[in-house]
């Protein structure tokens, strides 16, 4: 009799401890009633190409990708997604059958699918969008928002020349703001996104006055230690449409799980409870 197979899944960084990937997807495991496991996996960068090599080998089926491994992981995979690519980064891996390495990015998934579920009246087509910060998540935002739909970006970050290169890569739909006047954007913006780590627990606040911000646009942060940030409390109490960013991770997670276990799982409310707890 062939006994099969428990497949094996993870999330690789450095560091790791912090990742709520973990219990998200063993609680999705348990309420499908399948069979597999997901580790979380603090891998340093030197280690990172022998350690996506040896893991098929021990069953694993995949892995999430996070901080600091999301652009090297590019130049390991034997295939690149088209959205991988645009984006310069990749946050699931696939370890395929034919022994390939497929690297994937779902973080722009991911934020869509949030909004959609936040701001069901949200329209991509009805204005701009003010995005903070030109990260890799930035990247994500930008691309998965142009490819939505929205007519134009305004971008702000406190380094320059990280907008320029974004816009660059993005085409004319992307404006560039300079850092202080980053308020002024938030006039015109439909949708307001900070994809920048300020505001997180640990670092900075954000210093960009907010007062801009209109009765019913949205406002979102990648951010989500804490739930509320300072800035969607402020844009709360200006009459904003707030989507925390909590939603996004469990969302992004909902591909790469189907594809490792092969069950598509539910972002609902008991999820949410289990990312959190």
């Known amino acids: 009799m062939t006994e099969t197979k428990i497949p094996l899944a993870g999330v690789i960084g450095a560091p790791v401890a912090h990742s709520k990937s973990?219990?998200?997807?063993?609680?999705?495991?348990?309420?499908?009633?399948?069979?597999?496991?997901?580790?979380?996996?603090?891998?340093?960068?030197?280690?990172?190409?022998?350690?996506l090599r040896t893991l098929p080998q021990m069953g694993f089926v995949?892995?999430?990708?996070?901080?600091?491994?999301?652009?090297?992981?590019?130049?390991?995979?034997?295939?690149?997604?088209?959205?991988?690519?645009?984006?310069?980064?990749?946050?699931?891996?696939?370890?395929?059958?034919?022994?390939?390495?497929q690297a994937d990015n779902t973080d722009g998934y991911g934020f869509l699918e949030n909004l959609k579920t936040g701001a069901p009246n949200w329209v991509p087509q009805s204005g701009p969008a003010?995005?903070?910060?030109?990260?890799?998540?930035?990247?994500?935002?930008?691309?998965?928002?142009?490819?939505?739909g929205v007519p134009e970006i305004m971008l702000t970050n406190r380094t320059r020349v990280r907008s320029e290169r974004l816009a660059s890569d993005f085409g004319s739909r992307v404006q560039i703001y300079d850092w202080v006047q980053a308020g002024n954007m938030l006039d015109d913006a439909v949708l307001t996104?900070?994809?920048?780590?300020?505001?997180?627990?640990?670092?900075?606040?954000?210093?960009?006055?907010?007062?801009?911000?209109?009765?019913?646009?949205?406002?979102?942060?990648?951010?989500?230690?804490?739930?509320?940030?300072?800035?969607?409390?402020?844009?709360?109490?200006?009459?904003?449409?707030?989507?925390?960013?909590?939603?996004?991770l469990l969302h992004q997670a909902v591909p790469g799980f189907e594809r490792w276990f092969g069950q598509r799982p539910t972002v609902d409310s008991a999820a949410r409870a289990a990312a959190l707890r």
């Not at 999705?28 to 022998?50: C, I, S």
């Not at 600091?68 to 088209?82: G, M, N, R, S």
């Not at 990749?90 to 390495?101: E, L, P, S, V």
Request: hydrophobic share 45%.
């Open 62 to 101: 995949g892995v999430n990708i996070t901080i600091p491994h999301k652009e090297a992981v590019l130049q390991i995979a034997d295939l690149v997604t088209d959205r991988a690519t645009l984006i310069g980064a990749a946050n699931t891996i696939i370890f395929r059958k034919d022994g390939k390495i």
């Open 130 to 148: 003010a995005v903070i910060g030109a990260g890799g998540a930035s990247r994500a935002v930008v691309a998965s928002l142009l490819d939505a």
């Open 193 to 248: 996104v900070n994809t920048s780590s300020l505001g997180m627990i640990g670092k900075p606040e954000m210093r960009i006055p907010l007062d801009g911000l209109r009765h019913g646009t949205v406002a979102t942060d990648l951010v989500y230690t804490p739930l509320k940030t300072r800035f969607l409390a402020t844009a709360e109490e200006q009459g904003c449409v707030v989507v925390d960013g909590l939603g996004m």
């Open 22 to 51: 973990p219990q998200l997807q063993r609680h999705w495991l348990k309420t499908l009633g399948l069979k597999g496991h997901y580790v979380p996996m603090h891998v340093e960068p030197d280690d990172l190409e022998n350690v």
